[in-house]
Structures are given as structure tokens and as C-alpha cells.
């Protein structure tokens, strides 16, 4: 019951500061997997919604990554690999869903289908629900794939284009949950949406706590300041066995450029010293995950990342496992 880490082969670039790894250059041979065993959680990826790079960034955290593109910096999803029923299940559809889905199956112990036995979506915004389109007849044309969303949500892909095409097609089936109600995907694995404020335009915004055998982790990748939200950080951290939660923003100081009353992510600052006079066992719990293009914790050489690690918390990066 640890956190495991599996890698693929990379290059380096040291011109930015970041790992660096040009996805035309590789070959099949050159991509290690390894299968995971015992039913579990793999982290598909960490960053914010627009990814990295970032749409027309000219900063330096994102010029060399146009020239030199790192495959691991895909958007926040995390997969389920539930190994005693043979199933799968994805947590957010994103605009990298087809590796991602590829990255699930092949890390699957057995023959897991390339469409997952369910997916689960914490609300509507790009990065975390865009990746159904590619269920549509465009790509996959999909047949009837769970996807597992709150009733404002559900309302929301029923009726607007072009989401409410793969409901009229059957190329998705929605199942509608609710807050705090959980879902039982085996004797075994249940989840549980936690709604969470956030900015809510077009549906609910919730982060989901996913039961396994014998752990369970704490996962919202996107939610206001802690201090909005009417449960408490602390008890929702002690409460689970890991945590993944926003860490959008290190500080302020990476978004001078923006209001930051329009995007009030807890700083990664804030979390750390909400969580300092912790124990470090509930220190350990937390992964921070939803980086944005300019967080300084997606170069794992950073200051910032070696401060992070020094006080005793996580960071999630692609291919990380939790064995449930």
C-alpha cells in the first residue's frame, strides 16, 4: 500500500530547467510500461486545463516546451485500474484523452477495453470534460460510454451542442450522481462526489473521494480559496489516505498579469502553511496537483519544488500510483 512512480525513457533539455521530451523522436521500443498489478490509481496527468505550454506564452516557462514538447506534461486526469473485476475508469475527460486512454490500458494487468467502464467528470470547465468529443463520430464513435455526471452537468451535455450530439447518437450514456451519495463500482471501490465552490458557469464543480480495498484518496483538482469551502481541509486530508488537491498557483507571483479575484485557487503557499504545525504523516498525504503552465512545481529541479518536498508534502506527476 505506497505510492509507486513508473517512467518512460526520456531526454533532457537544460536550456529552461525542464525535463524535456520530444514525442516525434520516440518509438515504440523506446516507451517502457510497466503493468500494474493490484487494483489501483495512476496519475495521467497534473497540469492545468490549457496545459503546457500554455496557448501563446512567450514566458520561459513554456518557449523551449514549443520547440521541445514534454510528453509528460498532459492535463489533470487520474486512472482507475480496478485489477480483481478487469474494468477501468478515467476521473476527467481531457484534450489528451486519447494517450491517456491508451496510457490506462496499457498499464492495465489485463486486457482492459481502449473506452473505460466509466468516466467520471468534476465539472465544465476545458480541461476536464472537453475530451468527450473524441467519443463522437469524428473520432472513436464510441457506443454508450458511462459517464458519470451531476445533474447540473447532465443538463448541460444533454442540451447544448455539440455535447447533446453523443447523447442523441449513444456515443456516451449519462448516469446522474449527487452530492455525498456514493457509487459503488464493486463490493470493493466506491466513489463519492464532494461538491466544492468553485466557479460554477455552466455546472456544479465537485472533487471525489475514491474508496479502494484498503485506502482511500481525497481528489479535487479545482476549488476556491479553502476558507470558501463549507468542510474543513484539514478533516477532509486527516479523513483519507492521500490527498490530490489544486495547486494551480505556487503564489502570486507567477499570475501579476491577472486579477486574481477572477481565478481564487488556494496557493500552493497557503495549503503549506494551513498544514504546517501538522504531523508530517498528514503532511505526506497531500499531492498537489493542477499546475498551471507557470507553476514553478511542474520542473521537479525548481527551488520551489526541492522547498515543497523539504516540508514534507507531495507532488503528483505522470504515472505516479496508489495502490488502493
Known sequence: MKLLRFLVV????????????????????EIQ???????SLIVLGNVQDAGSPHIACKKDCCKELFLNPDANRNVVSLGLIDAENDKTYLFEATPDISEQLKNLKNQAPFNANEIPNGIFIT???IGHYTGLMYLGKEA?????A??????????????????????????????????????SLSPKIKVVPIKVPHRDE??????????????SVLFIPDIDKWDRWETSILEAVTSVDYALIDATFYDAAEINNRDISEIPHPFVIETMELFKNQA???RNKIHFIHLNHTNPLLNPESEQSKITLAKGFKISRINDVIEL
Open 123 to 125: 465539472h465544465a470547465h
Open 140 to 144: 472513436t464513435n464510441a457506443q454508450n
Open 10 to 29: 526520456v531526454c533532457f533539455c537544460y536550456s529552461c530547467g525542464n525535463e524535456s521530451k520530444t514525442k516525434k523522436s520516440l518509438t515504440a521500443n
Open 202 to 215: 455552466y455546472s456544479e464543480t465537485v472533487g471525489f473521494r475514491i474508496i479502494g480495498p484498503n485506502k
Open 146 to 183: 458511462l459517464v458519470y455526471a451531476m445533474p447540473k452537468l447532465k443538463a448541460y451535455l444533454e442540451i447544448n451542442g455539440p455535447w447533446g450530439q453523443l447523447v442523441s447518437n449513444a456515443n456516451i450514456s449519462l448516469q446522474e450522481i449527487h452530492n455525498n451519495e456514493e457509487i
Open 280 to 282: 508530517e504523516a498528514i
Open 33 to 39: 510500461v510497466a503493468q500494474i498489478p493490484k487494483t
